[in-house]
């Protein structure tokens, strides 16, 4: 009897973590992102973007304000000759109670062959029928200097 408890007790499955599998979907459509501006894939930029998107550029502080401005910046970007891109990576994210948004804190670098940057960002994600999508992004330049 008690063998066939213990047997019950192994074969069912662990209680799902929510705030994990949020972690999860954010990291992996940040990823996602990441790989877009890598591959010069501005369909794919714009996958990671949610209605209402605004963006704070990091070195000049500018607001890109719209999924379609953000998507056109890094189409026009893709263009320029020498354009390295950016890769963001997440260092926390955070998930509300309830769930209606996640932080994500991280740090990022990028450029092109005649200068590089880094820095911090910030990023607020929410929940829609698609998937995780970004609100919004603030970037802060804490490091500009040639390649």
Do not use: C
């Not at 979907?25 to 369909?43: G, K």
């Not at 109670?97 to 450029?111: D, F, I, K, L």
């Amino acid at each position: 009897m008690r063998l066939a408890a213990l047997l019950m007790i192994m074969a069912t499955p662990a209680a799902a973590n929510p705030e994990a599998e949020i972690r999860a979907a954010i990291v992996a459509a940040r990823a996602a992102y990441n790989a877009a501006i890598a591959n010069r894939d501005a369909d794919g930029v714009r996958a990671a973007l949610g209605e209402g998107y605004v963006g704070i550029a990091g070195t000049g502080g500018e607001a890109i304000i719209g999924a379609d401005a953000m998507t056109d910046y890094f189409a026009r970007s893709f263009k320029v000759p020498g354009f390295l891109g950016f890769v963001r990576t997440p260092d926390v994210v955070t998930v509300a109670t309830p769930p209606q948004r996640a932080v994500e804190r991280g740090h990022w670098s990028g450029g092109s062959l005649s200068a590089r940057f880094s820095g911090e960002y910030f990023a607020v994600w929410v929940p829609t029928p698609q998937g995780w999508k970004l609100r919004s992004e603030t970037f802060v330049t804490l490091g500009n200097g040639a390649p």
